[in-house]
Nanobody, 121 residues
Framework: QVQLVESGGGLVQAGGSLRLSCAAS????????MGWYRQAPGKQRELVAT???????NYADSVKGRFTISRDNAKNTVYLQMNSLKPEDTAVYYC???????????????WGQGTQVTVSL
């Protein structure tokens, strides 16, 4: 069984920083793309950042220059370093992975349970 577990959320003041982590575990053959999404109350879930196995990255315009996504393939872990946080960044942040499961061999998309990030004024 494949699982994604996030950690690192919390409460910070505007201008502060947080680092989110997401570790994938289970019978995994290869992880293609890992990323972070977020959802604020009453709003749709939106893409924050993604990264490929080779290290290519993609960011939402709203976080460019402030957030950095990185990945440790050996640990099947993805990180999101969030700097210069703003109140508008407040949301539940979800980890996502597109991967190939080992047994049986099958591609699938998986989500973590989410971690709350709250940025105060």
């Amino acid at each position: 069984q494949v699982q994604l577990v996030e950690s690192g959320g919390g409460l910070v003041q505007a201008g502060g920083s947080l680092r989110l982590s997401c570790a994938a575990s289970g019978s995994i053959l290869v992880i293609n793309i890992m990323g972070w999404y977020r959802q604020a109350p009453g709003k749709q879930r939106e893409l924050v950042a993604t990264t490929t196995r080779g290290g290519s990255t993609n960011y939402a315009d709203s976080v460019k220059g402030r957030f950095t996504i990185s990945r440790d393939n050996a640990k099947n872990t993805v990180y999101l370093q969030m700097n210069s946080l703003k109140p508008e960044d407040t949301a539940v942040y979800y980890c996502n992975a597109d991967l190939v499961r080992a047994t049986p061999i099958r591609r699938g998309e998986y989500w973590g349970q989410g971690t709350q990030v709250t940025v105060s004024l």
